[in-house]
Each structure stands twice: as structure tokens, then as C-alpha cells.
């Protein structure tokens, strides 16, 4: 057996969705990689009958932590783990749990390019492809400055970056949602001053605080992959099943549809609402493999950011990827 090289703590964020937590924690073991110590915290924000099923399923798996918190944001559960949870590894890498490892390099090619580029951050670019009329985190925010943002649903980073982003900015939600934790303490306030100057609400989704901070301070390098397929496209949500350089599969919208009600269809689409089904009637092999039978091409770009613009990485850069991905 291979020793060690590194270790990563996989945060988890799951808000009632058991049936895509245990899919999601299924391809963590499947593509458990032997150079990677890795450890699973749960972020459990459900309510108290979700919790105890979770804790039933994967209490007494040593290399699974469970944290139950405040049904508030993905974000907040990054912010509250780093303060209430003694982290022992080296990275971090939070996870939506509609997101499913589907190769062994999914963790160790982020890795080892934060170990040799010097990113801060490797993961998903914020995309979101929605109708409403935004392409990009970026562009959403746009009247706050420049900035670069790597999603919450598959963000990979050093643990000192992560600490250094949540003690000073945080990953939580913006406005009223940090009203509602316990915890008050995000010394840096520049994006309610710029929100305030601006004459603009001052709200922001879970990550966007923080990387806008980091890009306004330290100006670090940071990369995301390409989507090179996805699934379909929801009628009033967007793209689903969106494959990250055939290293992670995100389904998406684990969250979105259980609050929806009676508009399920209208807002997800009936093919959506079929894979749901498909996932609580029990996430196999087989259905993992029949979804990504499914997938049509697309060619969203691997980005790269300098710290003050966005660009296509280098030929060099994409022949490491490369290598790393299919290694």
C-alpha cells in the first residue's frame, strides 16, 4: 500500500437530501484515493427526523463526522466547521451532496495542482447558466468590482486559505442570513461600505463575500474546470447533471426542488423529476452509469484567474491537467 502524501477534510453540506447524501458518500469511498487521508464531515441542517437517519446510516463510520447546525446556507456550513470543528488535514474541499465523485483522480488532480501552481482555489466555475439572464457570479455581481468565484458545490483549497477567508470574510450568505447565526465575528466589512456607497442591497450568495475580499486583498491565483456535459436543462432552473472535466458529476437542484411544492414539474421539468425519482428509489452503479449514458457534450472552458483577470489556461497547464485527470 501506497503511504500517504497529503490529507483533506470533504465538508458536505446536505439540507433534506438523504438520498443524494448517501450517493454522494458512496463515490467518495468508491474513488477513495491512497495518497489522500481524507475525512468527511456532514454538514446536517436538516430537521430532527432527517438528522437521526443520518446519524443512524453513518454515525459509526470512523472517517465520517456529523455536524449538526442551523438550517442557513452551504456557505455558513464552511464558516461553522472552522470555527467549532478541530480540523487535523492539510486541504479542505466542500462538496454539495448532489455532487458525485466519478474518477479516482476527482480529489488528488486539485490537489496537486494547488502544490504546483500555488492556487488558492481549484474547482467549478460558478456558471450557472439560469434564465435568468446572468452568466456568471461574476456578472452578477459585477457593480461590486472584479472579481473570480469557485462555486460551493466543488472547491478544493489549502485549510489555512479556507481559515483565512471565513475568520475574515466568510462564506456565509449575505444579509439577513448572518443575522441568524451565532457567531457575529467577520472583521472585514468592505462589502457592505462598497453595497452601501453603491447604492445596492448588499446581498450576496454562499462564497461570493469571500472570494470577493481575497481578490480585493491578496490576489491569489485560483483555476476551475471545464463542464464538458450535462444532463438537461430545467425549464426555470437551468442546466442539471453538469460533468466537471469527467472528475465530478453535480446533478444539481437537491435543494431548489424540495422547495417548490406543487410547481416541481413547472419549475424542474418532467426528465428531472424522473432522475429524482430514480435516485430515492435507491443510487446505484447502474443508475450513475445510465446518467452519464445520458449526457450531452457541451464546452464550458477550464479557466484560470491571475488575481486580477480571467483567461483560457496554458497549453502547459492543460497537458498537466490532462495527466493528472487520467493518471
Known amino acids: ?93 466542500c462538496l454539495d451532496c448532489d455532487a458525485f465523485p466519478i474518477n479516482k483522480n476527482w480529489l488528488y488532480a486539485p490537489i496537486k495542482l494547488i502544490q504546483e501552481n500555488n492556487f488558492s482555489f481549484v474547482g467549478h466555475h460558478a456558471d450557472e447558466g439560469r ?5 456568471s457570479f461574476e456578472d452578477a455581481y459585477s457593480k461590486y468590482g472584479n472579481y473570480f468565484h469557485v462555486a460551493q458545490c466543488f472547491r478544493v483549497g489549502k485549510k489555512e486559505d479556507f481559515e483565512h477567508l471565513s475568520l475574515n470574510a466568510g462564506f456565509t450568505k449575505a444579509v439577513n442570513f448572518r443575522d441568524w447565526i451565532e457567531f457575529k465575528a467577520f472583521p472585514n466589512k468592505e462589502w457592505f461600505e462598497v453595497a452601501k456607497e453603491r447604492g445596492l442591497d448588499g446581498y450576496a450568495d454562499s462564497g461570493v463575500i469571500a472570494h470577493w475580499w481575497e481578490d480585493r486583498t491578496t490576489r491569489n491565483n485560483k483555476f476551475t474546470f471545464a463542464e464538458t456535459a450535462c444532463l438537461g436543462i430545467a425549464p426555470k432552473q437551468g442546466r442539471y447533471g453538469r460533468v466537471f472535466d469527467n472528475m465530478v458529476f453535480h446533478l444539481m437542484f437537491s435543494f431548489n426542488h424540495t422547495q417548490l411544492g406543487g410547481a416541481k414539474e413547472e419549475n424542474m421539468g418532467n426528465d428531472y423529476m424522473k432522475w429524482i425519482e430514480k435516485i430515492n428509489n435507491g443510487f446505484t452503479d447502474e443508475l450513475i452509469n445510465e446518467m452519464l449514458k445520458a449526457v450531452n457534450p457541451i464546452n464550458i472552458p477550464r479557466l484560470f484567474w491571475d488575481g486580477k483577470t480571467i483567461s483560457l489556461p496554458s497549453e502547459k497547464l492543460n497537458n498537466r491537467i490532462n495527466e493528472l485527470i487520467n493518471a
Not at 474513488?31 to 427526523?49: A, F, R, T, V
Not at 466547521?81 to 478541530?86: A, K, N
Not at 434564465?131 to 452568466?135: M, R
Open 1 to 93: 500500500m501506497q503511504s500517504m502524501t497529503t490529507s483533506c477534510t470533504i465538508i458536505i453540506f446536505n439540507y433534506e437530501s438523504l438520498p443524494f447524501l448517501r450517493a454522494c458518500v458512496k463515490q467518495i469511498i468508491k474513488y477513495k484515493h491512497p495518497k489522500i487521508n481524507h475525512k468527511i464531515i456532514i454538514s446536517e441542517q436538516s430537521c430532527e427526523d432527517t438528522y437521526n437517519k443520518v446519524v443512524m446510516e453513518f454515525g459509526n463510520n470512523d472517517d465520517i463526522t456529523i455536524v449538526r447546525m442551523k438550517a442557513i446556507c452551504s456557505g455558513y456550513a464552511i464558516d461553522y466547521i472552522i470555527r467549532f470543528v478541530d480540523l487535523k488535514t492539510e486541504y479542505i474541499c
Open 131 to 135: 434564465v435568468s439572464g446572468w452568466k
